[in-house]
């Protein structure tokens, strides 16, 4: 067992199940561990609560898209705690107003009908080929279920209040890997490029048939890659 836990850093409306694949493969590597990224409406606070249940000691921590800003500001809060990093299908840049006004629109609509929301999400979270798959679409749905719509808000807040990140790239000294998907409609090759390109010694690998939701799209793709991020 390695000495360095690895900690999962949810995104939007996704909790343990999210990474189960990955989880039965790299346990054998690292003890893992899935952060609680609900109860709090700030980037920053998530990553306090995130910290505050970690294990002790250095840390690996991987966050997906919203999880990867929790990571980003991790850096920032704990920068000598944290071993190793992974940033998967996430970016470094604030919320855009396109982008936010999106998330506002969904907010409301998830205080009227929360299930439409979560159907409007599914096409940009898949690669159209996975989206005819009930078991990955079911995942999806029913951690969105499990989660709710009052976190669904808190989260929505969070992302929108973000900081701009890329101005503090360069100084990170954690061993980083990049993961960017071809498919991800909601993170463009060129936001995960950028990301890799500013943090020194960082490595880029690209999944090919796959959308946002690397983790369950091609899981045992993305468990291979991260083991060889905790091993080397």
Same mark, same amino acid.
């Given at each position: /067992?390695?000495?360095?836990? $690895?900690?999962? $850093? ?11 694949? +990955?989880?039965?493969?790299?346990? =054998? ?18 990553? =306090?609560? *995130?910290?505050?249940?970690? %294990? ?9 898209? /919203? ?9 920032? +809060? ?9 940033? $998967? ?29 979560? +159907?409007?999400? /599914?096409?940009?979270?898949?690669? %159209?080929?996975? @989206? ?12 969105? $279920?499990?989660?709710?719509? !009052? *976190?669904?808000?808190? +989260? ?12 503090? @790239? ?8 990049? #993961? ?5 409609? &909601?993170?463009?090759? !060129? #936001? ?5 390109? *500013? ?7 690209? &999944? ?10 091609? %899981? ?9 991020? @905790? !091993?080397?």
């Amino acid at each position: /067992m390695a000495a360095t836990p $690895l900690v999962f $850093l949810p995104g939007l409306l996704e909790d343990a199940d999210a990474f189960a694949a +990955q989880i039965g493969r790299l346990q =054998a590597i690292a003890p893992c561990t899935v952060a609680d990224l609900t109860r709090s409406d700030s980037i920053a606070a998530m990553a =306090a609560d *995130a910290l505050r249940e970690a %294990p002790p000691g250095p840390l690996a921590i991987a966050g997906h898209s /919203m999880g990867g800003y929790v990571a980003l500001e991790l850096m920032r +809060q704990a920068p000598g705690r944290i071993a190793k990093l992974a940033l $998967l299908c996430t970016n470094a840049r604030p919320d855009s107003a396109e982008s936010t006004a999106n998330r506002r629109r969904l907010m409301a609509l998830a205080e009227r009908d929360f299930e439409a929301v979560i +159907q409007a999400l /599914m096409p940009k979270l898949l690669a %159209p080929a996975h @989206l005819a798959d009930e078991g990955i679409t079911g995942v999806i749905a029913g951690m969105a $279920l499990g989660i709710g719509k !009052e *976190a669904f808000a808190r +989260q929505e807040n969070a992302i929108i209040g973000r900081i701009d990140s890329r101005p503090h @790239l360069a100084a990170i000294r954690a061993k980083t890997l990049v #993961v960017a998907a071809r498919g991800d409609a &909601i993170m463009p090759m !060129e #936001v995960l490029e950028e990301m890799a390109n *500013a943090i020194a010694g960082a490595r880029l690998e690209v &999944i090919e048939d796959c959308g946002h939701m690397a983790s369950l799209e091609q %899981p045992e793709w993305l468990a291979g890659v991260m083991a060889r991020w @905790l !091993e080397d």
